[in-house]
């Protein structure tokens, strides 16, 4: 894992240490620590988890002064642009088979009524906010939001199942299914216009 003369990352081989205040902690290749000063602390038993570690250490151990940091991130929703919410409902919900979050009375920054519309796929933890264009420039990116491009990416179990299910719901696929070195997929329109691809196993 590492390279000449020790160079590389170890963060899997290095354990963390945590100094007191708000000084960071310099850690080496070899594991060692320089505190900058200040005496080190027990290691806190929440710190003894492979994972928090992993989170703590991974990207930063390269001999370099780091930070710890337990944050986590993830994308808890993007937007499509749509021209209609409730036949945007019906498409992702009854076509898709998606579960709707959420289906708010909410205002725009001028005070206009509109609403909050959120669709997830079940199990997932990422959200679609159906936005209603408003004015002209979002109405002319309705279905064009990625430029022609697909844009938008559904893995199911059973592709041919899901492909049946939405194709008797009106879907319109673009291309036959096709396999790939990453499973079967097939291009679809969205209600809006825009082009998914529907991903399964290999068969």
């Excluded at 708000?22 to 505190?35: L, V």
């Amino acid at each position: 894992m590492s390279g000449p003369e020790g160079h590389g990352p170890r963060a899997l081989l290095l354990r963390p240490h945590i100094t007191g205040g708000s000084s960071p902690t310099t850690i080496t290749h070899e594991g060692e620590r320089h505190d900058n000063g200040r005496e080190g602390r027990d290691e806190p038993g929440w710190l003894q988890d492979p994972q928090r570690q992993a989170i703590i250490l991974a990207g930063h151990v390269t001999g370099r002064r780091c930070r710890t940091s337990l944050l986590r991130v993830q994308i808890e929703q993007f937007t499509i642009i749509i021209d209609d919410y409730d036949k945007a409902i019906e498409f992702f919900v009854g076509a898709l088979g998606f579960d709707l979050v959420e289906d708010s009375p909410s205002l725009t920054n001028d005070g206009r009524p509109k609403r909050w519309v959120v669709v997830r796929p079940p199990g997932a933890q990422t959200g679609i906010l159906l936005a209603r264009a408003d004015g002209e420039q979002q109405a002319a990116a309705i279905g064009n939001q990625m430029a022609g491009r697909v844009g938008f990416f559904l893995r199911v179990d059973d592709f041919d199942a899901a492909r049946e299910r939405m194709t008797a719901a009106g879907v319109q696929f673009l291309t036959a299914p096709r396999t790939e070195p990453y499973g079967r997929v097939a291009v679809f329109l969205d209600i809006a216009g825009n082009k998914w691809d529907l991903l399964g196993p290999a068969a």
